[in-house]
């Protein structure tokens, strides 16, 4: 007999052998007839051998929460939009749940950007703790590689467009926002226009400016005159990290590696 036929629910599976259920597929929508299907379900799931189910539940069912939370439920996470609450439930008594928590290391990128007269592309950021002269850059978006959202970050921040050279370092730290781990990539991009066009609420100012005036100015941080220094003596070796684009052999999504290639 179907997964399907055994269950009141639409139901989906894994490739981890759990159950996923999506509120938006369901005709269900007051609590109580929600909860009697649910208690009628969850012993049918575990007769099955069945390890996990996943609830996505959208706005528009927020009722099912509670009735959710009553049954030993756990939340997981919540849509990039929004819009949905995804929790979960481990069934199998005699084996700890192996479910790994959801979204603990935000990932940012930094964009190094030098015109023809190796003049550095600088921003001067209006919020922070601290008025900071930096690299442009921001935050990855979901789905988003890290050399796109180096292009996208610098142009949204400057108006300069530019393209992919190299990856140069990254720093890596914890308790940053949200309380999650944080992964902040330099990036070594080619301008294709330096005009500079500031239409960033974020920043207050832009400019092209020297590397040694940069390295000695007394709005920039440590860390940036670190990266900068890294950079140059990456340059300087002719140490370069670069792309490669695949597909993963298992879910067959795009991938980026990148590797070193230097001189030698």
């Known amino acids: 007999m179907s997964i399907n036929r055994l269950s009141t629910f639409k139901l989906s599976t894994d490739r981890f052998g759990g159950l996923i259920i999506h509120s938006k597929n369901e005709s269900i929508q007051d609590a109580s007839t929600f909860a009697s299907k649910l208690l009628e379900s969850i012993p049918q799931w575990s007769q099955m051998g069945t390890r996990i189910i996943w609830f996505h539940v959208s706005r528009k069912c927020s009722q099912w929460l509670p009735v959710l939370c009553e049954n030993?439920?756990?939340?997981?996470?919540v849509?990039?939009?929004?819009?949905?609450?995804?929790?979960?439930?481990?069934?199998?008594?005699?084996?700890?749940?192996?479910?790994?928590?959801?979204?603990?290391?935000?990932?940012?990128?930094?964009?190094?950007?030098?015109?023809?007269?190796?003049?550095?592309l600088v921003v001067l950021q209006r919020f922070g703790a601290a008025e900071t002269l930096k690299l442009p850059g921001g935050y990855v978006e979901?789905?988003?590689?890290?050399?796109?959202?180096?292009?996208?970050?610098?142009?949204?921040?400057?108006?300069?467009?530019?393209?992919?050279l190299s990856c140069v370092s990254f720093r890596h730290t914890h308790k940053a926002n949200f309380d999650c781990s944080d992964l902040y990539f330099?990036?070594?991009?080619?301008?294709?226009?330096?005009?500079?066009?500031?239409?960033?609420?974020?920043?207050i100012d832009a400019r092209w400016i020297s590397i040694p005036d940069f390295l000695k100015h007394p709005q920039?941080?440590?860390l940036n005159r670190l990266f900068i220094e890294t950079f140059l003596k990456n340059k300087q070796n002719e140490i370069?990290?670069?792309?490669?684009?695949?597909?993963?052999?298992?879910?067959?999504?795009?991938?980026?590696?990148?590797?070193?290639?230097?001189k030698s």
Request: charged fraction near 25%; include cysteine.
């Open 72 to 77: 030993e439920f756990r939340f997981h996470h």
């Open 79 to 120: 849509s990039h939009d929004g819009d949905t609450v995804v929790m979960y439930r481990w069934l199998l008594k005699n084996k700890p749940s192996p479910v790994p928590p959801y979204a603990h290391t935000m990932v940012g990128v930094g964009g190094i950007v030098l015109n023809a007269n190796e003049e550095l």
């Open 142 to 164: 979901p789905q988003e590689d890290l050399s796109d959202a180096a292009i996208r970050e610098v142009e949204e921040e400057t108006g300069v467009k530019t393209k992919f």
């Open 186 to 203: 330099l990036v070594h991009l080619e301008p294709l226009t330096t005009a500079i066009n500031e239409n960033c609420d974020e920043v």
């Open 220 to 222: 920039v941080n440590f």
């Open 240 to 262: 370069n990290i670069k792309k490669y684009d695949g597909s993963h052999t298992a879910t067959r999504e795009p991938y980026s590696f990148y590797h070193v290639q230097n």
